[in-house]
């Protein structure tokens, strides 16, 4: 077996022992309201920090580029409620059209 595979069965492992921690740990109590909100929060936050480390990180070095104005564009039409097609195609089209001019 690869090392690869290797990481790939241990990380899902851990993963599987962590999601089973909670209900050992609580024996069938309720979360606090508090706690509940950090959790109903983690999920978004991870996602935000996975896009946001694919689109300004290259290595160690913050890039802008023409994405930037894609998802500038983006965020704005989902502020405004826009529909979700709507949005996609104007962010690529801010994005093409920063790379055009940019060069």
Not at 11 to 31: D, R
Not at 80 to 93: D, I, M, Q
Request: no cysteine.
């Amino acid at each position: 077996m690869s090392g690869l595979w290797l990481a790939v069965l241990l990380v899902g492992a851990v993963s599987m022992a962590l999601k089973a921690t909670g209900p050992v740990l609580l024996g069938g109590e309720e979360l606090p309201a508090a706690m509940q909100r950090v959790v109903t929060l983690m999920a978004p936050t991870l996602l935000a920090a996975l896009i946001a480390t694919q689109m300004f990180g290259h290595g160690k070095a913050l890039v802008l580029d023409a994405r930037v104005a894609g998802l500038l564009v983006g965020a704005f039409g989902i502020w405004r409620k826009w529909p979700t097609l709507l949005v996609v195609v104007l962010g690529a089209a801010a994005t093409a059209l920063t790379r055009l001019a940019i060069g």
